[in-house]
């Protein structure tokens, strides 16, 4: 596969950088966005000239029912309003896949349609689950979308040790969008699509 020969170790590496940004001192996050039910920090990325975002939020479900909501799989269109498409390109386990997926135009179209080709790899954490992915070359484009890259992503999701029927569920992302974009346009557009992300999966999970 393209860039990809070694899934184990790619797999394994993905995981731990995730861990690492888990335990990211709190004072080196500045606060980006606060809602009532979901707070957004940043910090400055160190594997591009943008920003690394945290977003963490309580859900009222079980780990398993958000986590299968976040992943690549038939929930995921239904619900995720950025989304526009999203097609397995390669199955390795039941855990482990590369992705195509398509996003819709954001502030009136100032940022164009994007296309993100991203292995994603869900594994166990702690009492929980860790769902992550990052960008990988695919040489295959589609003229009609901008490539975007993601960086090492991912969610966290544990149950709250009070009330294991609710999680604790907390990202983080880091895209690369491409193409030319005022990053003030940017930083505005990743602040609001991760609120509406968590206002979005709440809504699904309430409905499943």
Request: glycine share 6%; hydrophobic share 35%.
């Amino acid at each position: 596969m393209e860039g990809l020969t070694d899934v184990a170790s790619f797999s394994t590496k993905l995981q731990n950088t995730l861990i690492q940004y888990h335990n990211i001192e709190e004072d080196k996050w500045r606060v980006a966005k606060k809602m009532k039910d979901v707070t957004v920090w940043r910090k400055p990325s160190e594997e591009f000239n943008g920003y690394l975002y945290k977003a963490q939020g309580v859900m009222d479900d079980i780990v398993n029912n958000v986590i299968d909501h976040i992943r690549p799989g038939p929930w995921r269109l239904d619900w995720d309003r950025l989304m526009t498409s999203l097609d397995i390109l390669e199955h390795f386990e039941e855990n482990c896949c590369v992705m195509r997926y398509t996003t819709a135009g954001q502030l009136l179209n100032i940022i164009s349609p994007r296309e993100f080709v991203d292995f994603s790899y869900t594994v166990g954490y702690e009492e929980g689950l860790l769902s992550c992915g990052v960008s990988l070359d695919w040489s295959e484009t589609r003229p009609e979308f901008v490539r975007g890259y993601n960086h090492p992503c991912g969610w966290f999701c544990v149950p709250l040790k009070d009330n294991p029927s609710q999680s604790l569920l907390t990202g983080y992302i880091q895209t690369d969008l491409r193409g030319m974009i005022p990053q003030s346009a940017v930083d505005t557009a990743m602040a609001s699509t991760l609120t509406n992300f968590y206002g979005d999966l709440r809504k699904a999970l309430r409905k499943a």
